[in-house]
């Protein structure tokens, strides 16, 4: 039977591990669809961290890092969807790498976790505009993955999302705010609504195994453990502000442990050869843990886990407070209540699902008396919170398989099934 080829962009195995959840439960639920017929073109980013980290032999890496992307792949595109009935152009063209792997390939599937938002500015709209046009251009019908989007005041980044986004054969909105921005502006017939794609990534075995072990020979993991979710993107939004992230965090952990609580630190962004913030919380997770009072009361692993070995810790927690968006899926996922330290619709549209947005902070409010206020009030209504995660988790859970069969039914029809 003929083979499936699907590229993946806007994703990596290194770095933000929230992206490298989505990968997993979509690559998995791929192959179990279409079994050794599938190949993956993973348009990556990083990808001399990804080649070392693939746990697939069927997904290929091709690096496509944002320079290459930008200055090189797109107006090669445009070239070729310029000239290419010449041959000779044609062939010519198809020697970069990027233009021959979505050539060679039946359909893209974007996995950026947002795209096309007011508040990431020009350069991050413009790159989310490329990684779907380029493939465009050669005549690849491209898949947004389950994602937020919007709002779309600016100017530009209105024009690139109305442009481009009414060309894509699937749109899957992350939730009631994303469905209702794309209303907005015009754009709803090739929208479906689809909680988060990184809820169906399937447990690992050999790290529920692993940190099961660990659990049971450090007394720290008991019935007070607070899972803690540090951002480095947070922590820029709040720089930004005048705000000390770093310190907040610092004395947020020092009152949890004076009140009895044990923290866990997480970093579900990390690049372990990189002192760089980009999709990196290990330096704030290090300068946040180093200032702590008791570091009994604390656990920081500096190590960039998988994405399956952060959600085995996140399910020993009692409760998680989190600032990255995919920690916050982990919690949802193993049902721990989980306090949101956001920046974005993104976060509370995904709370809605389980009725439980109100438990969503702004990054742009944030002290560490307010931070503690609101966690004693979290707390105190853990029954409340764990009846709406039992009563919602199995409709989330389907919702977030729709975007494999959303897309499966497009490939299928790409491939002639």
Request: glycine share 6%; charged share 25%; with cysteine.
């Given at each position: 039977?003929?083979?499936?080829?699907?590229?993946?962009?806007?994703?990596?195995?290194?770095?933000?591990?929230?992206?490298?959840?989505?990968?997993?439960?979509?690559?998995?639920?791929?192959?179990?669809?279409?079994?050794?017929?599938?190949?993956?073109?993973?348009?990556?980013?990083?990808?001399?961290?990804?080649?070392?980290?693939?746990?697939?032999?069927?997904?290929?890496?091709?690096?496509?890092?944002?320079?290459?992307?930008?200055?090189?792949?797109?107006?090669?595109?445009?070239?070729?969807?310029?000239?290419?009935?010449?041959?000779?152009?044609?062939?010519?063209?198809?020697?970069?790498?990027?233009?021959?792997?979505?050539?060679?390939?039946?359909?893209?599937?974007d996995e950026a976790g947002i795209s096309f938002v007011d508040s990431r500015g020009f350069v991050m709209n413009t790159y989310g505009f490329v990684c779907a046009a380029v493939p465009m251009l050669m005549g690849t019908p491209v898949l947004k993955y389950s994602q937020a989007m919007g709002t779309f005041h600016s100017?530009?980044?209105?024009?690139?999302?109305?442009?481009?986004?009414?060309?894509?054969?699937?749109?899957?909105?992350?939730?009631?705010?994303?469905?209702?921005?794309?209303?907005?502006?015009?754009?709803?017939?090739?929208?479906?609504?689809?909680?988060?794609?990184?809820?169906?990534?399937?447990?690992?075995?050999?790290?529920?195994?692993?940190?099961?072990?660990?659990?049971?020979?450090?007394?720290?993991?008991?019935?007070?453990?607070?899972?803690?979710?540090?951002?480095?993107?947070?922590?820029?939004?709040?720089?930004?502000?005048?705000?000390?992230?770093?310190?907040?965090?610092?004395?947020?952990?020092?009152?949890?442990?004076?009140?009895?609580?044990?923290?866990?630190?997480?970093?579900?962004?990390?690049?372990?050869?990189?002192?760089?913030?980009?999709?990196?919380?290990?330096?704030?997770?290090?300068?946040?843990?180093?200032?702590?009072?008791?570091?009994e009361m604390v656990r920081w692993y500096h190590k960039e886990m998988t994405a399956e070995e952060i959600r085995a810790y996140i399910g020993k927690c009692r409760f998680l407070v989190a600032s990255r968006f995919h920690a916050m899926i982990g919690a949802l996922q193993q049902k721990v209540p989980v306090l949101l330290?956001?920046?974005?619709?993104?976060?509370?549209?995904?709370?809605?699902?389980?009725?439980?947005?109100?438990?969503?902070?702004?990054?742009?409010?944030?002290?560490?008396?307010?931070?503690?206020?609101?966690?004693?009030?979290?707390?105190?209504?853990?029954?409340?919170?764990?009846?709406?995660?039992?009563?919602?988790?199995?409709?989330?859970?389907?919702?977030?398989?729709?975007?494999?069969?959303?897309?499966?039914?497009?490939?299928?029809?790409?491939?002639?099934?």
């Amino acid at each position: 039977m003929k083979e499936v080829v699907i590229a993946i962009t806007a994703a990596s195995y290194s770095g933000n591990k929230g992206a490298a959840a989505m990968l997993q439960s979509s690559i998995r639920q791929l192959y179990e669809k279409y079994g050794t017929r599938l190949k993956i073109n993973l348009m990556s980013v990083y990808p001399e961290e990804d080649k070392e980290q693939i746990p697939w032999d069927f997904i290929r890496i091709v690096s496509c890092k944002p320079e290459q992307l930008l200055f090189i792949a797109f107006p090669l595109a445009v070239l070729y969807k310029v000239f290419h009935f010449l041959p000779p152009v044609k062939s010519l063209l198809l020697k970069n790498k990027i233009l021959r792997a979505y050539y060679e390939t039946d359909a893209v599937l974007d996995e950026a976790g947002i795209s096309f938002v007011d508040s990431r500015g020009f350069v991050m709209n413009t790159y989310g505009f490329v990684c779907a046009a380029v493939p465009m251009l050669m005549g690849t019908p491209v898949l947004k993955y389950s994602q937020a989007m919007g709002t779309f005041h600016s100017f530009w980044n209105r024009f690139l999302a109305k442009w481009i986004l009414p060309k894509m054969r699937l749109i899957c909105a992350r939730g009631k705010g994303t469905l209702d921005n794309l209303k907005g502006i015009g754009i709803e017939k090739n929208v479906k609504l689809c909680a988060d794609g990184a809820f169906t990534m399937a447990d690992d075995p050999y790290y529920l195994k692993q940190v099961e072990a660990e659990a049971q020979k450090d007394a720290f993991f008991n019935d007070k453990v607070v899972g803690l979710s540090i951002s480095s993107v947070v922590r820029k939004k709040c720089d930004k502000l005048g705000i000390d992230y770093p310190k907040i965090m610092k004395d947020f952990i020092d009152r949890l442990n004076e009140d009895g609580w044990n923290v866990l630190i997480i970093a579900n962004g990390a690049r372990i050869h990189s002192d760089k913030p980009r999709n990196n919380d290990l330096p704030v997770c290090d300068a946040v843990y180093e200032s702590v009072k008791n570091k009994e009361m604390v656990r920081w692993y500096h190590k960039e886990m998988t994405a399956e070995e952060i959600r085995a810790y996140i399910g020993k927690c009692r409760f998680l407070v989190a600032s990255r968006f995919h920690a916050m899926i982990g919690a949802l996922q193993q049902k721990v209540p989980v306090l949101l330290v956001g920046w974005s619709h993104k976060y509370q549209e995904v709370l809605d699902f389980f009725e439980l947005g109100q438990y969503a902070i702004d990054f742009s409010d944030l002290t560490a008396e307010s931070l503690q206020k609101e966690f004693e009030k979290f707390i105190q209504e853990e029954e409340t919170i764990r009846g709406k995660l039992d009563e919602h988790y199995e409709e989330v859970m389907e919702s977030s398989k729709k975007n494999i069969v959303y897309v499966s039914e497009i490939v299928d029809e790409i491939v002639g099934e």
